[in-house]
T-cell receptor
Framework: DAKTTQPNSMESNEEEPVHLPCNHS???????IHWYRQLPSQGPEYVIH???SNVNNRMASLAIAEDRKSSTLILHRATLRDAAVYYC??????????FGTGTSLTVIP | DADVTQTPRNRITKTGKRIMLECSQT?????MYWYRQDPGLGLRLIYY???????NKGEISDGYSVSRQAQAKFSLSLESAIPNQTALYFC???????????FGPGTRLTVT
């Protein structure tokens, strides 16, 4: 059973904001929501994570729905270096990460 | 130098051969992980270790074994490789349960 559902692909114009959605309707109360991204030919890299409240860091913002069944990763100004596959992940009991198939983001100059 | 290194970076082997993939880290983290990635798919957890005496099976451990030789080293073995184990393998480390995972560059394994 898929634990997270994301669109297969999205496009954004350079310097525009990007909103990457994720559904996780079976999330439990102790599951954290993590976002990682994978650039071509590289290992995944951490973007952001949260539990209930919205979170901000230097890379992005994470908006978590009040019922926690969905979340949105927000890149405030997309650059060409942000072109990657973005994974929305639940950490079940904090120990295991369950990656979905991710969203391939294309940034158009 | 990279914090998480994996050797080899590429390997081609034949069905039935034993193969070991190695991972080393300089971050001083207790937790280490092995994942595999198949084309067009996300990563799936094979094994994870919270310290040198604690090894746990992940989502897809059948056909694999691991060894935690030291805090900094975590090896993945395929005792008898089969073609459907052809994949990209990643090692990762983390400081704790809810902390960021740091991934290595990956090992591309092909079993013919």
């Amino acid at each position: 059973d898929a634990k997270t559902t994301q669109p297969n692909s999205m496009e954004s114009n350079e310097e525009e904001p990007v909103h990457l959605p994720c559904n996780h309707s079976t999330i439990s109360g102790t599951d954290y929501i993590h976002w990682y991204r994978q650039l071509p030919s590289q290992g995944p890299e951490y973007v952001i994570h949260g539990l209930t409240s919205n979170v901000n860091n230097r890379m992005a913002s994470l908006a978590i729905a009040e019922d926690r069944k969905s979340s949105t990763l927000i890149l405030h100004r997309a650059t060409l270096r942000d072109a990657a596959v973005y994974y929305c992940i639940l950490s079940v009991t904090g120990n295991q990460f369950y990656f979905g198939t991710g969203t391939s983001l294309t940034v158009i100059p | 130098d990279a914090d998480v290194t994996q050797t080899p970076r590429n390997r081609i082997t034949k069905t039935g051969k034993r193969i070991m993939l190695e991972c080393s880290q300089t971050k001083g983290h207790d937790r280490m992980y092995w994942y595999r990635q198949d084309p067009g798919l996300g990563l799936r957890l094979i094994y994870y270790s919270f310290d040198v005496k604690d090894i746990n099976k992940g989502e897809i451990s059948d056909g694999y074994s691991v060894s935690r030789q030291a805090q900094a080293k975590f090896s993945l073995s395929l005792e008898s490789a089969i073609p459907n184990q052809t994949a990209l393998y990643f090692c990762a480390t983390s400081e704790g349960t809810f902390y960021e995972q740091y991934f290595g560059p990956g090992t591309r394994l092909t079993v013919t």
